[in-house]
């Protein structure tokens, strides 16, 4: 069987338990074809980067799914049959990630930034002061020549 990574996006509307159940029911299609579901995540109530079916918000779920094709194919026809679901995206990928993904790290667990402790000193008069302005130079200029 082939390994997939799913991503769900549900209205605004419905409530977290109901977006949570949505995740299981779609879980419960691949059972039901031969599949297994190796992970669920419900990354919670996100705003989208653009209105989608006039929704600014949607509830995110994460599936990892080691299912054959006819699985996916029949858990995707069911997904855009229903009305609660905005989008949906199903990637084939080599090897399932059994970490959290990202999106469920807490910042202080993400090392990869390094520490920004290297910058300096940062202080207003640190550049020493500003040159004149350009009207003031032309004032300057206008008033030695006469």
Known sequence: MALYECVLIARQDISAAQAEQL????AQIIRDNGGSVTKTEYWGLKTLAYKIKKNR?????????????AAVAEMERNMS?????LRFMTVRVDALDANPSAMMQSRGERGDRGDRGDRGPRRFDDRGPRPPRRQ?????????TA
């Not at 995740?23 to 779609?26: I, K, L, P, S």
């Not at 003031?136 to 030695?144: I, K, L, N, S």
């Open 136 to 144: 003031e130079v032309a004032a300057a200029a206008e008033g030695e």
């Open 23 to 26: 995740g299981e029911q779609f």
């Open 81 to 85: 049959i229903n009305e609660d679901v």
């Open 57 to 69: 918000k949607g509830h995110y779920t994460l599936f990892n799914l080691d299912a054959p094709a």
